[in-house]
């Protein structure tokens, strides 16, 4: 297989360290599993995004190519070289769902999500909308910016969470109490979303966290049970790093959710994450989000896994799941200002 895999924050160059630094991190996970396979990859040259050559192997076979120009200039020159492509890019301003599109309407194997099923997961009221009816879904309201005014009585003081509808790693969520904390919340918004909506949600007071799965278009396998470390800027939320694993006495409930819920969208495949919230009060799990692409619990995951996750999300592509799921250990880690910190092994 003629392979081509890209990174959206690296192949374009995006100078902005709180995005590159996660996508970095995957890029050069999944470099490190194929290390062995004739693989090519994008990298910005201008300006110069440096890729870790550690723990790569020097005779490796991934072969960079060194990005001039603009990424949907290239593809549209070169993609038709590739047997397969599995790009990894955000959800926000539908830029995965683009892109897989495009590559797809080439003829090209995604290893990775339908374009159908990234559209919607990309779109969260579509996600929402899709599993509401069968699933621990938080209650979602779909808020259109000319109708603000509208949604003055909906406030009494208790917490409520605002969102990008196509948002990504915790962009522009905000907990809002009231009105005048909304409409605050609703302008900085405007900066990171360009759709004409956004999402207002019930607050739930848990523990936030992920599934980790793969799936082969029809079933899913769950491959970890994640926490992820929240924090609250003025308001603003904030992802910071997480554990893989993360144990917890809703762990069967919430794989069991979550892989329900990939099974029910169509077209999901390869690596997906599914984003929760525990309602220790409640003893409930809800849903927050899909994600069909690899999250950042992959740069983890793939160093305590009984098996290349590189390679197994080829497979599972190709309809091959992993027929045992060991973790060996545990792994902590941080997004730092230029990096994503790891903190090594240590025994469950």
Same mark, same amino acid.
């Given at each position: 297989m003629n392979l081509l895999i890209f990174e959206f924050a690296t192949a374009i160059g995006l100078q902005n360290p709180i995005i590159t630094v996660e996508g970095?991190?995957?890029l050069e996970g999944l470099l490190e599993d194929l290390n062995y396979r004739s693989v090519d990859y994008l990298i910005s040259e201008n300006p110069p995004i440096k890729i870790s050559k550690k723990n790569i192997e020097s005779d490796r076979k991934c072969n960079p190519i060194n990005l001039k120009?603009?990424?949907?200039?290239?593809?549209?020159?070169?993609?038709?070289?590739?047997?397969?492509?599995?790009?990894?890019?955000?959800?926000?301003?539908?830029?995965?769902?683009?892109l897989t599109k495009k590559i797809e309407n080439e003829g090209i194997k995604i290893i990775g999500s339908s374009s159908d099923a990234v559209l919607t997961c990309s779109d969260k009221f579509k =996600?929402?909308?899709?599993?509401?009816?069968?699933?621990?879904?938080?209650? =979602?309201?779909?808020?259109?910016?000319?109708?603000?005014?509208?949604?003055?009585?909906?406030?009494?003081?208790?917490?409520?969470v605002v969102k990008p509808a196509d948002g990504v790693?915790?962009?522009?969520?905000?907990?809002?109490?009231?009105?005048?904390?909304?409409?605050?919340?609703?302008v900085k918004l405007k900066i990171v979303t360009k759709l004409p909506y956004f999402l207002l949600q019930n607050f739930i007071?848990?523990?936030?966290?992920?599934?980790?799965?793969?799936?082969?278009?029809? =079933?899913?396998?769950?491959?970890?049970?994640?926490?992820?470390?929240?924090q609250l800027n003025d308001g603003e939320v904030c992802y910071t790093g997480g554990k893989?694993?993360?144990?917890?006495?809703?762990?069967?409930?919430?794989?069991?959710i979550s892989k329900?819920?990939?099974? =029910?969208?169509?077209?999901?495949?390869?690596?997906?994450?599914v984003d929760l919230i525990f309602d220790d009060n409640a003893k409930e799990v809800h849903i927050l989000e899909v994600n069909p692409r690899l999250t950042t619990s992959f740069v983890a995951l793939r160093n305590i896994l009984n098996f290349n996750l590189g390679e197994a999300i080829i497979d599972a592509v190709e309809g091959k799941l992993p027929s045992e799921i060991m973790l060996d250990g545990s792994l902590t880690f941080s997004?730092?200002?230029?990096?994503?910190k790891i903190d090594y092994p240590t025994q469950l």
């Open positions: 970095k991190a995957i120009e603009d990424l949907l200039s290239w593809l549209d020159k070169n993609i038709r070289n590739y047997d397969a492509c599995l790009p990894v890019a955000p959800e926000e301003e539908f830029i995965l769902y683009h =996600t929402y909308n899709s599993l509401k009816d069968s699933f621990p879904f938080i209650k =979602t309201h779909k808020i259109f910016f000319s109708e603000l005014k509208n949604y003055k009585s909906i406030f009494n003081g208790e917490k409520m790693s915790c962009s522009g969520v905000h907990i809002v109490r009231s009105y005048a904390e909304f409409i605050k919340a609703s007071d848990g523990q936030s966290a992920s599934v980790s799965l793969l799936s082969n278009g029809k =079933t899913a396998i769950p491959l970890s049970l994640n926490l992820q470390n929240i893989v694993p993360f144990k917890h006495k809703l762990s069967s409930n919430a794989k069991k329900d819920a990939v099974e =029910t969208i169509d077209g999901l495949k390869g690596y997906v994450g997004k730092e200002e230029d990096h994503l």
